[in-house]
């Protein structure tokens, strides 16, 4: 909360520059405005508009193709299986990087490496170690586990598809929550796990009575992040399986540079964006705290 | 669980500690090795299996080989041009929010911050396919210049919010002790607020570049001869040969990877205040 002394200088600073902070903030609301708001109207009125009539024909022929439905499917199930892994795994690793753990800074350092790596470059790589001449079999072959190359991207396994795209995520984009996960720790003061300790609370017990409410916050900004990311789940998709799975953005992607039907592409991103923001919705909703709990 | 200092039971939580932080560091370091290996590899290392783990037979053949296969050139310097520009504008642009943001209590200032934030819940694949119809009346699809804008208005919001955390933690008390020592708010800003926040600056600048050299998929629906190293890549991707993969996965993976350690002190700087 703001001390009087800042209220104080806040209101007189206020009063000094009214116009300024207006100038300063108009370029970038002018080019949201232009470069976001209008073209996401465009969108609405690609998969909405035929003409001058509204439509649904889009939706028709996007509900009536033949990859729609693997495509909704595969990206359901990438969402349920990513997002919560990934929440045990980063909290797990924040954790340890909160803890009193000697070197914490160099496994920070490493665990932080995958943040800005891109889904096309996480798909290459696991393909490079997944591939039936790659790097997996190798490993297996010399602890003896194995005595010829397993295929494991096989096109006919979808639950390897799944489980291999799965681990690229993990790898990858697990470091984002943790980020999160670590900035929201570091404002738990220490008191309160050491009160809980003198009273005899174990581990698991100070987690989930201490940290994990207290984490709140972290918790529903990580996970609006993660699940409006994981539904435009693409490249690493195409990078691992081909085009043995696809997903709601890369038929999206197909369509417009493939098919050149910017009406069907809208309409399948409209439905990525209304997936996003019922999920959204639902987390705020679900995990909303009462006004009386707010007091930070 | 709360045993004696030394205690077997301390002792073995301890081990169990380190032991899982060096597991997940080999999930993390292991593929990232492997892919270096492989993009070091010679030519029939790439294709040889088993595979070799060490780096005992090192070569540039693949790298070469990526680097003049098709349009990979043309395309990796494109992708520099791109993330420059896409630096540059949204900087630009985006610093003055990020600026106001800190430091006055405006009416909508709230609105504004929540707004910035919500423009990440649509994502860019709605965004790049109404531009690509847009660009294409203009007259400027397939540039870079076409490529930058839709990167920019990506990159825009985490300006904006990331700057904003730097210059709050600019104490407002020197601008103003400048102030009262004759300078113009402008001068004030160049001269105190400016020097004390580029670090976090510079670090929100490198994490733009790497969000423009990542991104793909307007990248590639935006483009169509003129592309962008991932756009390249991902094009080619459908029957390319394996050291392609390997050099590919490598080029487009090592730049984030070097950015995010050199940045990492700024992290939570700059993510500060936008996860509160």
Known sequence: MTTVAQEVSVERRRRQWEVLPYGLVLPTVAYLALFFAWPMEQAFKLAFRDGGAWTIEPFRTMVNDANFKDAFKFTMLLVVVIVPLQFVLALGMALLINSKLHGRGVFLAIFIMPLAISDLAAGLVWQSILTERGYLNTVLEHLGLIDQPYIWLDPTKPNQLLFAVVVAELWRSTAFVMVIFLAGLQGIPHEYGEAAEVFGAGFFQRVRRITLPMLKPSIQVALLFRIIFAFEAFAVVLAITGRAKTTLATEAWKWQAEYFDSHVAAAYSALILVLSLVSAGLVVFLLRTPKEQMAR | ?276
């Open chain 2, 1 to 276: 669980m709360s045993g004696e200092r030394g205690s077997p039971v301390v002792w073995l939580s301890r081990f169990g500690m380190y032991a899982t932080a060096v597991l997940v560091s080999l999930f993390v370091l292991a593929p990232i090795y492997l892919m270096t290996l492989a993009a070091f590899s010679s030519q029939e290392d790439v294709y040889a299996y088993p595979k070799e783990l060490l780096p005992r037979n090192l070569s540039t053949e693949t790298m070469s080989f990526f680097i003049h296969f098709g349009g990979v050139l043309d395309a990796l310097q494109r992708s520099v041009v791109v993330a420059l520009i896409t630096l540059v504008l949204s900087l630009a642009i985006g610093t003055p929010a990020g600026y106001a943001l800190a430091r006055f209590a405006f009416r909508g200032a709230d609105t504004l911050r929540l707004s910035v934030v919500a423009t990440r819940a649509f994502p860019i694949v709605i965004l790049s396919i109404p531009l690509a119809v847009i660009f294409i009346s203009w007259g400027i699809d397939d540039t870079a210049f076409g490529v930058s804008i839709a990167h920019t208005a990506l990159a825009l919001p985490f300006v904006v919010l990331t700057t904003s955390s730097v210059f709050a933690g600019v104490s407002p008390e020197l601008e103003e002790a400048a102030m009262t020592l004759g300078c113009s708010r402008l001068k004030a800003f160049v001269k105190v607020a400016l020097p004390l926040a580029l670090p976090g600056l510079a670090a929100s600048a490198i994490f733009v570049f790497i969000v423009s050299w990542n991104e793909v998929f307007a990248a590639s629906l935006l483009t169509l001869r003129h592309r962008t190293l991932p756009a390249e890549v991902l094009s080619l991707l459908e029957g390319a040969p394996v050291n392609f993969r390997f050099a590919g996965g490598f080029f487009l993976m090592a730049p984030s990877v070097i950015v995010i350690l050199i940045i990492r002190r700024y992290l939570f700087t700059m993510w500060g205040r936008v996860l509160k």
